[in-house]
């Protein structure tokens, strides 16, 4: 096979037996590092990914992807507005609220709650609290019955299961003097959305109930909306006509939950520079083994100056070596790194069963098993900045090879 000379030269050097001691060391070890930088930000950024899937999936699963509400006197005609956005594109389900904020107590154990009126048989479209009940069932709550559903880790805070009365207490200021108002429960429900926010602080009432605890008088707070697509609630907004939108407050899960993906993606951010590091410092093994290559082929260099080989095609013999160890390296690294990352859920349950220990045990997290996502444009800039860092490690070398004086090399020979 044809190769131009400076990669036939390159090869034979690589490949070559009489290579050994500490170079050979220093260059698998460049290699091995490379491999094992590649592979460990694959495995954690996919990890990092299915983490935040998870989270994801577990705070829609009993929030809506979006809400219209009007915090002031409520929606009175709220049917109307309800049937024009249940007729928009995307749109797969739409149900009212009203929203209360007070403490529920039982007993000595006061907690904070945000209590929130729906309707059972609409709600089931825009939630899946029917899926997350532990007990009791969502179309327990009736108008005027004065029953609630808790959270889980709420009805453990409280002390109190299904049967049990909560008083809930409701701030109020009416006249300019502060008063609160106080309405009792019976608890019907227990449901566990996974995460830990909702579960503490979360209970759903009747939203008959609601309005007149918030003065409602009937009307709904405001309306929420699921969508076929979750990411796609920045284009159902800017959709929305000014006469929906009106004075109505929009809000969205991207808007609500900024913070938690804004400090992932930061998390990912920091992980993937430190990680980093692993394939530099196996950029600078890449160096040290080249520089003593260089340091031991002087006498080659010297040769094929004097053959008329000019200093560039000099340069180019050592940049194609440490390429070619990058791209060793990088290949190794996006295999083992692909087959961590594709088949974590099996390799972590074999690991924690052999070595006797439990990564994530259920009594401490609500995920206990680690999620991930292969995103392949991850793997991609992986690959290309490992590759690009192996090449930018071979130019110092390479310019020692190409400042080789043949006479200076040859005078002793």
């Given at each position: 096979m044809f190769y131009p000379l400076e990669t036939f030269i390159a090869l034979r050097y690589v490949r070559s037996r009489r290579r050994r001691g500490i170079a050979a060391f220093i260059t698998t070890?460049?290699?091995?590092?490379?491999?094992?930088?590649?592979?460990?930000?694959?495995?954690?950024?996919?990890?990092m990914n299915g983490l935040e899937s998870e989270l994801r999936t577990r705070l829609l699963s009993m929030t809506a992807h979006a809400t219209i509400s009007d915090s002031g006197e409520g929606?009175?005609?709220?049917?109307?507005?309800?049937?024009?956005i249940a007729g928009r594109p995307g749109v797969v389900g739409v149900s009212p609220f009203v929203v209360v904020e007070g403490m529920l107590g039982a007993g000595s154990n006061l907690m904070p709650v945000l209590v929130r009126g729906v309707l059972p048989d609409e709600e089931t479209s825009v939630s899946e609290v029917d899926r997350m009940m532990r007990t009791g069932a969502l179309s327990d709550l009736e108008a005027g019955a004065q029953?609630?559903?808790?959270?889980?880790?709420?009805?453990?805070?409280?002390?109190?299961?299904?049967?049990?009365?909560?008083?809930?207490?409701?701030?109020?200021?009416?006249?300019?003097?502060?008063?609160?108002v106080l309405?009792?429960?019976?608890?019907t429900g227990i449901f566990a959305a996974g995460n830990q926010e909702i579960d503490s602080g979360l209970a759903l009432?009747?939203?008959?109930?609601?309005?007149?605890?918030?003065?409602?008088?009937?009307?709904?707070?405001?309306?929420?909306?699921?969508?076929?697509?979750?990411?796609?609630?920045?284009?159902?907004?800017?959709?929305?006509?000014a006469s929906i939108r009106g004075d109505a407050e929009y809000s969205d899960w991207t808007i609500e939950n900024r913070s938690y993906f804004r400090a992932i993606r930061i998390e990912k951010?920091?992980?993937?520079?430190?990680?980093?590091l692993i394939v530099a410092v196996a950029a600078f093994n890449i160096v040290a083994s080249?520089?003593?290559?260089?340091?031991?082929?002087?006498?080659?260099?010297?040769?094929?100056r004097t053959y008329g080989l000019s200093p560039g095609r000099v340069s180019r013999i050592f940049v194609v070596q440490g390429t070619l160890i990058g791209i060793v390296g990088t290949a190794l690294g996006l295999v083992l790194g692909l087959v961590l990352a594709l088949n974590i859920g099996t390799i972590m349950p074999w690991l924690e069963r052999n070595l006797?220990?439990?990564?994530?045990?259920?009594?401490?997290?609500?995920?206990?098993?680690?999620?991930?996502?292969?995103?392949?444009?991850?793997?991609?800039?992986?690959?290309?900045?490992?590759?690009?860092?192996?090449?930018l490690a071979t130019i110092y070398p390479s310019r020692r090879a190409a400042a080789v004086a043949p006479a200076d090399a040859l005078r002793y020979e």
């Open positions: 070890a460049s290699v091995l590092g490379m491999a094992l930088g590649v592979a460990a930000l694959i495995v954690v950024l996919s990890v929606i009175g005609d709220w049917r109307a507005l309800q049937s024009d029953r609630i559903v808790l959270g889980e880790v709420l009805a453990g805070n409280l002390g109190v299961g299904v049967g049990n009365r909560v008083n809930l207490l409701i701030p109020d200021v009416s006249s300019e003097r502060p008063s609160a309405r009792g429960f019976v608890v009432i009747h939203m008959a109930d609601a309005s007149i605890l918030r003065g409602y008088e009937g009307r709904a707070g405001g309306v929420s909306v699921r969508l076929e697509d979750p990411m796609a609630v920045t284009r159902f907004a800017s959709a929305l006509p951010t920091m992980m993937a520079l430190l990680l980093t080249l520089i003593m290559v260089v340091t031991d082929k002087k006498k080659d260099i010297a040769i094929l006797n220990f439990e990564l994530l045990p259920g009594d401490v997290y609500y995920v206990t098993a680690l999620p991930s996502e292969v995103h392949w444009f991850d793997v991609t800039w992986i690959g290309l900045a490992a590759f690009s860092i192996a090449v």
